[in-house]
């Protein structure tokens, strides 16, 4: 019987671009996305995640997105043969033996793959992440998912009887600055579980001032999860929140210098207007945000659309929808 590490699940799209199954893909991954493998459930119970310990999704999915189960050897296989990807990510659910898990991921890649590695993870010890930085590991991720401590809470930790805390998650982010140095350290942010325009864009700007780079994800309902019910973000709202996090992360512009209305709305980005339609029209604020060539395809949301984060630059005609969409 084959033990977990040597399994690994890969997103659907991942599986398609190496030749592991046959699936039409409307866009490619640009990163390799894998999973770590647990005959059990993850021990968190995140209220928004198919993988929770609570959670009666089917387990193989994360977000909307299905994950097939492979051998480790044979994904590193059709890794070493492709030349389409430029980054391997590993999603890592919590639970025993992970460390151990990981430690075997990372080195099998160092020794497989010449492209940088990148990891999504529950907070570790500082330790453990200078072993991971060791093994080559260039980027990670500690996801705080909840723009406020509040939400944090009410979505992660206690008050769903979750292990997670806000002052652990940031402590970890600050040691993790440390470790892999500014702008090698991510979060992600989850647009649309409650918070207002005004406290994610306030979030995105503390994390930007203490080194670490801000994703962005718009909540997806998942049946079999707690938020099961919760419809997803309004659409010209998320794009003012890609528009805030664009600037503030490019150091265009500062939390202090924007405008909000009296229910959190954004009214000024405190950027020249001029500036303002030259990125609108860049279509870059709306592409994905996270590591280096991750475009992560269809994450959020159907081919078919809305589409809250693009997986290539938005034509033309995309760019006009989304002016339609914001004003």
């Not at 492979?70 to 994904?75: E, H, I, P």
Request: aromatic share 10%; charged share 25%.
């Amino acid at each position: 019987m084959k033990q977990s590490r040597d399994l690994i699940r890969t997103s659907i799209g991942t599986a398609a671009a190496l030749g592991l199954i046959s699936c039409r893909l409307t866009t490619k991954p640009t990163t390799v996305y894998l999973m770590t493998h647990s005959k059990e459930r993850c021990r968190a119970n995140c209220a928004f995640c198919s993988q929770a310990k609570r959670s009666v999704s089917k387990p193989n999915r994360l977000s909307r997105v299905v994950w097939p189960t492979f051998d480790l050897n044979r994904v590193l296989e059709s890794l070493t043969r492709s030349n389409c990807f430029q980054r391997v990510c590993v999603q890592a659910l919590n639970y025993p033996g992970l460390f151990d898990d990981l430690l075997h991921i990372f080195t099998q890649l160092r020794e497989e793959t010449h492209l940088p590695t990148s990891l999504s993870c529950q907070p570790l010890e500082e330790d453990q992440m200078r072993e991971l930085r060791n093994l080559g590991l260039d980027t990670i991720a500690i996801p705080l998912d909840a723009a406020t401590p509040r939400l944090f809470d009410e979505v992660k930790g206690s008050a769903v009887e979750g292990p997670y805390s806000w002052k652990r998650h940031m402590k970890t982010l600050k040691e993790a600055v440390e470790v892999f140095g500014p702008g090698r350290v991510y979060t992600h942010l989850i647009v649309g579980l409650g918070e207002t325009e005004q406290e994610s864009l306030k979030a995105v700007q503390k994390l930007v001032d203490v080194g670490v780079n801000p994703a962005l994800f718009a909540f997806t309902p998942l049946l079999g999860t707690k938020l099961e019910d919760r419809p997803p973000p309004p659409l010209d709202s998320y794009r003012r929140v890609q528009l805030g996090r664009f600037f503030l992360s490019g150091g265009h512009t500062r939390f202090e210098k924007m405008a909000f209305n009296r229910d959190g709305r954004v009214t000024d980005f405190g950027v020249r207007q001029k500036f303002f339609r030259e990125v609108l029209l860049s279509g870059e604020p709306f592409f994905t945000s996270g590591c280096p060539g991750c475009n992560r395809p269809y994450y959020n949301e159907s081919p078919k659309g809305p589409i809250y984060n693009y997986p290539c630059l938005p034509k033309e005609e995309e760019l006009a929808e989304i002016e339609r969409e914001l004003f």
